[in-house]
């Protein structure tokens, strides 16, 4: 089993920035890929960035291209999801999740945080 506990969100102003931590734990943890996902009231989970392990190869969704930065630590086993120019449209529960390969599918992926919640005020 691999456990993933998300940290770092909260409520910011339009404009702002949030770091998002997603440590990862579990004698089967062995990287593959790390991913970003979010659901916001109503809408379905969409996929955010996802960075692979061993290279640190990172894939966005366009939306957040230029605002938002994936990255990791291999020592710490925890991924980073630093978000810059928050807007009301970012508002949503941010999971963290674990795969084998570098996907977007949210149904690919085999473990899953229990999300941490992100709200923008306008």
């Known amino acids: 089993q691999v456990q993933l506990v998300e940290s770092g969100g909260g409520l910011v102003p339009a404009g702002g920035s949030l770091r998002l931590s997603c440590a990862a734990s579990?004698?089967?943890?062995?990287?593959?890929?790390m991913a970003w996902f979010r659901q916001a009231p109503g809408k379905e989970r969409e996929f955010i960035a996802v960075i692979k392990w061993s290279d640190g190869r990172t894939n966005y969704k366009d939306s957040v291209k230029g605002r938002f930065t994936i990255s990791r630590s291999v020592a710490k086993h925890t991924v980073y999801l630093q978000m810059n120019s928050l807007n009301s449209e970012d508002t949503a529960i941010y999971y963290c999740a674990n795969a084998r390969r570098m996907v977007v599918r949210d149904d690919e992926y085999d473990y899953w945080g229990q999300g941490t919640q992100v709200t923008v005020s306008s």
């Open positions: 579990g004698r089967t943890f062995n990287g593959g890929t």
